[in-house]
């Protein structure tokens, strides 16, 4: 997860959960979002029949993550839209908004990120906040400081499209969107006047550098544009932004007053009636400083209109997207195409609702409405090196590292057309900037966080979709070439955008304190950015495969096997021998004790993401944990743990004991570990604990930032019963809290409809309880028993649509074997020839 910066400031995981339990007891006063969001969706499930005209939409709880740190944005969106419009409140609030109570709202905005880390936060540029002044213009409480106000309790509403808060002053903010636009309702308390701020300089992160701001009372319109800095990248780079308020309503509205103000926190609050420009430029010295528009309505109207464009090109362009998005339509118009869109993405995957513990259904379809929400699609918005650019462009790619892991590989299942887009997208930054990104964000680069992560999404296109590419827009020859120069042509600068892959190609690993003559970045996490590595050279080999490349499928395969390299099979911890660690480049290992940067870390002050202590060897996790992370060859791993036996031991320490931390992605796959000694009845134990503990419909539902959906798609897999092995077309079959679902693949024109026999929906908890069936029996494919229980493949599956039925036995000594093949593995003699 994330993206860290959150975690930089956080020191720990250790300290994290002291923050998460001082929240806990705050939780318990607050008070949003109001009752009602809840009760709609417990009743539209509860009315859902399994017929096909379900609403979809109305099981989306968007709150979901929007406390815990889960920093997830509920405002109004369509899928993968650029405009996320959403209330920005002052706090620890990255993506905005946040349902502590007791925090300000600064404004309404619409630019976000969802369930990124980013400490300051991201975007929220160009706010725009409600005001009653009734001492007139000279009086309105324009800063930041100034303007800030708590919400009426219970009040803030959400669904997919939509957004509600209400203020303390009763003037409520409504808004829905389109992809670079959106539409702002605000009623106001009978008989006032409504005045309104819009803010030129601040965002969250307050990175202003400069813009301007143009006030036409005629046309009614306000256009704004400027230079922002990133939010999880280095602060030398700026991004334009641009925005577009038309404030008529096409003429159903007018203006009383207009002005420009400007402002500090040390006294400077002045304001200009009638003045319709400022020019602005970045401050040196520091600091910052607040500037916007002021205007307000005449003859007290109770409902005010207001429609926004947004572009990262131009003034003009933000006015015109608002036009051609948007034009006359009415509220209910643009939230209903937006609920449309989204029913769209949300029936893509349909479950037995009826037969599906409603909070179940709720989770999943949450989790697959923010399975859509990010990447941002800027398509035709782009800036820098990408301004001439025809390929699809995605902003908010935060980061790879995070994603590659599971949401690619549940778009796979079903979205090939969108996942093919992202793919371009991903191509072209290694055509423009040299490398793929690794975590761009804010239309700029943001800090590596494994290596080039994006070769593994990459490759999971590749192997799933390879027959297809041509016909998807994708050249696999230049996919090819994209991936290879990640891990063959050192960055100057591998703090962004890629590997240091000068000094681990030569010494098979990247080595501690090693001299680096021709690339710079922080010398930090060599354990982990070796594991990340040897996978992403995996994901290479993948590639490699599908193009018939035996020489490179030889050499990516042996590159695959570095994990191998930083195993010191001399370290013991709590009995246990073996562990990942870092290591010098003379060979000598470098001792970090496993414990460190785990949950149960007992120095509160270890540093585990990117500062500049170089102590740790393991980036947002422990060795305890990365220790386990070599998804393509773990069977070469359970031998130098020392055999099935110790291996499944140890996974039952590693969970007993507290070294798991479900709230970051180097955990996802752990809890599946046992499938790989035979034994898979212990992971969906460890499914059922995961999820159950750590997951639930609530705001504080999410164990850790949702990372663009990471999160959301490892909760969708672990409902759906299957877990799946990146850059491969292996899906590890567990077993599914629903009884029933199919997953529609448009674009290659087949559906595939998963039958759990036997389910039982008292099998839904914590603890499986005796008797109840909840452990594979056995899994048939179009009626073909499947040769292991414990995997299928996609391209026997859900490539060819039809029926895949996993039956259900309470027998869990039965059931505890794969009956046929462990998943597989490089040393296994797996992964042998391309689907
Ligand atoms: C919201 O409720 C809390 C108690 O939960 C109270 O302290 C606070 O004043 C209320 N906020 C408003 C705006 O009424
Ligand atoms: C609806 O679900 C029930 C229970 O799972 C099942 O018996 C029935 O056949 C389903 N009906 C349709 C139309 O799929
Ligand atoms: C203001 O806008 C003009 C014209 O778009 C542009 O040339 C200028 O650089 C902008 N100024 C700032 C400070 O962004
Ligand atoms: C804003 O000021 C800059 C100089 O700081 C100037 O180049 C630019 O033309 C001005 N833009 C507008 C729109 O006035
Ligand atoms: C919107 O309404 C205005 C005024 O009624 C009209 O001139 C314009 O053509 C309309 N635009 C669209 C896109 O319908
Ligand atoms: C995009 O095209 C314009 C017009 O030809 C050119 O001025 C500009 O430099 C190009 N931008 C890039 C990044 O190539
Ligand atoms: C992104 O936007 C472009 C341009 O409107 C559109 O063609 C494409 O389908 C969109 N893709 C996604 C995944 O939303
Ligand atoms: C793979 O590694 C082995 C052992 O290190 C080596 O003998 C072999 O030549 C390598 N193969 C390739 C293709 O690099
Ligand atoms: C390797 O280098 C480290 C750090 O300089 C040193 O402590 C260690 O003794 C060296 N090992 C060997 C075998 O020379
Ligand atoms: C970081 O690495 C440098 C170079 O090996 C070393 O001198 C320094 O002590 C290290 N710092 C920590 C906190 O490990
Ligand atoms: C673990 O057990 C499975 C199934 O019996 C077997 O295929 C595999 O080789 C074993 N792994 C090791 C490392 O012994
Ligand atoms: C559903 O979730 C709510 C909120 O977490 C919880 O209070 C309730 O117990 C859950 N219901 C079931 C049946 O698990």
């Not at 999410?702 to 299957?722: I, K, R």
């Amino acid at each position: 997860m994330v993206c860290a910066s959150a975690k930089m400031q956080k020191k720990s995981p250790f300290s994290l959960s002291g923050v998460f339990y001082t929240l806990l007891s705050i939780s318990v006063v607050f008070a949003q979002p109001s009752p009602n969001v809840q009760k709609r969706i417990s009743q539209a499930i509860a009315a859902a029949s399994n017929q096909t005209d379900i609403d979809y939409t109305a099981f989306v709880n968007p709150f979901i993550g929007t406390d815990n740190f889960g920093d997830v944005c509920p405002g109004a969106s369509i899928p993968f839209g650029m405009a996320k419009f959403s209330p920005d409140m002052t706090g620890y609030a990255p993506a905005g908004y946040v349902t502590d109570n007791t925090q300000f709202i600064r404004g309404m905005s619409p630019l976000h990120d969802s369930g990124t880390g980013s400490s300051l936060g991201t975007y929220g540029n160009f706010e725009i906040m409600p005001l009653l002044c009734p001492g007139g213009f000279d009086t309105c409480t324009t800063t930041l400081a100034a303007r800030e106000r708590l919400r009426k309790n219970n009040t803030d509403d959400a669904s997919p499209g939509y957004f509600s808060l209400t203020l303390d002053n009763n003037i409520q903010m409504e808004a829905t969107a389109t992809r670079r636009a959106g539409l702002e309702r605000f009623t106001f308390p009978t008989g006032s006047t409504p005045y309104f701020v819009l803010d030129l300089a601040n965002d969250l992160p307050a990175s202003f550098a400069g813009g301007n701001l143009t006030i036409d009372p005629t046309l009614g319109r306000v256009m704004i544009g400027g230079h922002w800095g990133s939010s999880f990248g280095p602060g030398n780079f700026h991004y334009q932004a641009f925005a577009c308020y038309d404030l008529l309503d096409g003429g159903k509205q007018e203006l009383a007053e207009y002005g420009v103000w400007t402002g500090d926190t040390e006294g400077l609050d002045a304001k200009g009636l009638g003045q319709t420009h400022l020019n602005l430029s970045i401050n040196l010295i520091g600091g910052v400083y607040e500037s916007g528009a002021l205007f307000s309505y005449a003859n007290k109207p109770k409902t005010v209109n207001i429609r926004v464009g947004v572009s990262f090109r131009s003034e003009e362009q933000a006015c015109a997207n608002a036009e051609s998005e948007i034009g006359n339509a009415t509220f209910e118009e643009i939230e209903a195409q937006a609920k449309a869109l989204w029913q769209e993405k949300l029936s893509k995957i349909e479950i037995d609702v009826p037969g599906t513990p409603p909070n179940v259904t709720e989770m999943l379809y949450s989790s697959l409405y923010r399975g859509s929400l990010t990447p941002n699609n800027a398509t035709d918005e782009t800036q820098g090196v990408f301004e001439n650019t025809t390929s699809f462009y995605f902003d908010s790619l935060y980061c790879s590292w995070d994603t590659f892991r599971t949401f690619y590989p549940l778009m796979a299942l079903h979205s090939p057309v969108e996942f093919a887009q992202i793919v371009d997208n991903y191509i072209d930054g290694w055509r423009k900037n040299g490398w793929m990104p690794e975590c761009r964000a804010n239309n700029l680069p943001g800090w590596t966080q494994g290596g080039s992560s994006g070769d593994n999404i990459v490759a999971q296109f590749a192997v799933s979709y390879h027959n297809e590419a041509e016909a998807l827009g994708i050249d696999l020859d230049e996919l090819y070439a994209a991936v290879v120069t990640d891990a063959e042509v050192n960055p100057p600068e591998w703090n962004i955008e890629g590997r240091q892959s000068n000094v681990y190609n030569q010494y098979g690993y990247v080595p501690f304190a090693v001299l680096d003559v021709s690339s710079t970045g922080r010398q930090t996490r060599e354990g982990s950015r070796t594991l990340e590595y040897a996978f992403e050279d995996f994901g290479i080999r993948q590639v490699a495969q599908v193009l018939g490349k035996a020489d490179d499928v030889a050499k990516y395969t042996n590159r695959s096997l570095s994990y191998r390299n930083v195993w010191d099979a001399a370290v013991t911890s709590d009995g246990f021998k073996g562990f990942s660690q870092k290591r010098y480049s003379n060979g000598t290992f470098f001792f970090v004790d496993p414990v460190e940067c785990s949950p149960n870390d007992p120095n509160p002050n270890s540093e585990c993401s990117l500062q500049g202590d170089n102590e740790s060897g393991f980036y947002e996790a422990s060795s305890w944990e990365y220790s386990w992370y070599v998804p393509h060859d773990t069977n070469h791993l359970i031998q130098l743990m020392g055999g099935n036996d110790t291996f499944v031991k140890r996974l039952d320490h590693f969970f007993s004991a507290g070294y798991f931390d479900p709230s970051n992605e180097p955990s996802f796959q752990t809890p599946i570990g046992y499938h790989y000694a035979n034994q898979p009845t212990k992971s969906v134990d460890q499914v059922r604990k995961v999820v159950l503990n750590n997951f639930d419909i609530t705001p504080a539902g999410l164990p850790g930032n949702d990372d663009q959906g990471a999160m959301a798609t490892v909760l969708s897999f672990h409902l759906l019963g299957l877990y799946p092995v990146p850059s491969s077309t292996q899906l590890l079959v567990l077993s599914p809290f629903t009884p029933k679902y199919t997953i529609h693949n448009s674009f290659l024109n087949v559906s595939t409809t998963v039958t759990t026999v036997n389910y039982n929906a008292k099998s839904v908890q914590t603890t499986i309880p005796a008797g109840v069936a909840a452990y594979v029996k056995s899994v048939t494919v179009n009626g073909v028993p499947a040769s292991s229980r414990c995997h299928v493949d996609f391209y026997d599956t859900f490539r060819v649509g039809g029926d895949v039925v996993i039956t259900l036995t309470s027998d869990k000594t039965e059931a505890n074997s794969c009956l046929g093949s462990v998943p597989e593995s490089i040393s296994a003699g797996g992964f042998t020839q391309a689907r």
